[in-house]
């Protein structure tokens, strides 16, 4: 079993900046990739950001060039770094991770409880 536990959101004005981080404990051989996904007021969840664990990233084209993945493999921790955020980046973001069991090797998806973002004057 693993547990996420995100930190970092809240309220924001457009084209400020916030931080999210999301650390993992728990029982596991690897992390193979940590990521971001959001769900926007009244639309499905979508992927952000994600990162493999040799750190090759990809993003969603709607942040491509606001928005940095990163993560700690020692600490187990991926961060989301969010620039020029705008009101349309206002939603809850889940953190993701996938993992390799540490008996069968075999991959298992995790989610976070979602923390809110909110980018509005």
């Known amino acids: 079993q693993v547990q996420l536990v995100e930190s970092g959101g809240g309220l924001v004005q457009p084209g400020g900046s916030l931080g999210l981080s999301c650390a993992a404990s728990g029982t596991f051989y690897s992390i193979h990739v940590m990521g971001w996904y959001r769900q926007r007021p009244g639309k499905q969840r979508e992927m952000v950001a994600g990162i493999a664990e040799g750190g090759t990233a990809d993003y969603a084209d709607t942040v491509k060039g606001r928005f940095t993945i990163s993560r700690d493999n020692v600490k187990n921790t991926a961060y989301l770094q969010m620039n020029s955020l705008e009101p349309s980046d206002t939603a809850i973001y889940y953190c993701?991770?996938?993992?390799?069991?540490?008996?069968?090797?075999?991959?298992?998806?995790?989610w976070g409880q979602g923390t809110q973002v909110t980018v509005s004057s």
């Open positions: 993701n991770v996938l993992v390799r069991d540490s008996a069968t090797r075999s991959p298992y998806i995790f």
